[in-house]
């Protein structure tokens, strides 16, 4: 039987836990900018060449995270057992480390995360290599980004998947601007942050 000093030391953990979790994925992420710089400086290529503040492209970028969402509803929702894996996986790490933390501090962290992951393989990385070919470039750019995102296959597969949905938000628009999938992949991970929190908490009510 767990003591009550035990039980008070694992609460006493939780906040600083997710407080560390927040902190140190927000750091990552900035990390992931500062690499971009880095690496388009290496490549002569401006992460920043093709962002634009636009109100309707912000509000393309909401709208198109709606599928991705979407698609993230019906995959924890399926009766597979692959999808059921990742599931769990997602509720095992993150659900402990982001079920009480408040709604503006998630959404900081996804605009970080966001921003990071999007001037770094939209911005650098598929701008660059559009030289070689823009099937190429939505090739090569999210073959690396899946692979980066290597939890389950699966999940490398979706990944990559959505990475592609991400590199045609920049391609298909004219003209061009990485405002929109910084927003729809700001958006998405919020939505799906939300979600894992519903689950989680779900989780541990039945347990």
Same mark, same amino acid.
Request: net charge negative.
């Given at each position: /039987?767990?003591?009550?000093? %035990?039980? @008070?030391?694992?609460?006493? $953990?939780?906040? $600083?836990? @997710? !407080?560390? +979790?927040?902190l140190g994925g927000s750091l990552f992420s900035i990390g992931f &900018?500062?690499?971009?710089? *880095?690496? *388009?400086?290496?490549? %002569?290529?401006? =992460?920043? #060449?093709?962002?634009?503040?636009?109100?309707t492209d912000l509000l393309i970028g909401v709208?198109?995270?709606?599928p991705m969402f979407l698609f993230f509803l019906l995959s924890v929702t399926l009766p597979v057992q692959a999808f059921q894996k990742i599931k769990q996986f997602?509720?095992?790490?993150? *659900? =402990?480390r982001i079920v009480n933390g408040s709604i503006l501090e998630l959404f900081i962290l996804c605009i970080f995360i966001g921003l990071g992951e999007e001037l770094l393989f939209r911005g650098v990385? $598929?701008?660059?290599? #559009?030289q070689f070919g823009v099937v190429f470039a939505i090739v090569l750019t999210n073959m690396i980004? *899946?692979?980066?995102?290597? &939890? #389950?296959?699966?999940?490398?597969?979706?990944?990559t998947l959505m990475g592609v949905y991400l590199s045609l938000l920049l391609v298909l628009f004219t003209p061009q601007n990485l405002l929109i999938p910084i927003t729809t992949h700001t958006v998405y991970d +919020?939505?799906?942050?939300? /979600?894992?929190?519903?689950?989680?908490?779900? $989780? !541990?009510? #039945?347990?």
């Open positions: /039987m767990p003591h009550p000093d %035990d039980e @008070q030391e694992l609460d006493d $953990q939780l906040p $600083q836990e @997710q !407080q560390f +979790f927040i &900018i500062v690499i971009a710089f *880095g690496l *388009g400086w290496a490549l %002569d290529v401006s =992460p920043l #060449t093709n962002l634009n503040w636009n109100w709208l198109a995270a709606l997602l509720l095992d790490e993150l *659900g =402990p990385l $598929q701008s660059w290599s #559009t980004f *899946g692979i980066l995102h290597s &939890i #389950t296959r699966l999940y490398v597969i979706v990944a +919020f939505l799906c942050f939300l /979600m894992i929190i519903h689950l989680y908490r779900k $989780q !541990q009510a #039945t347990e």
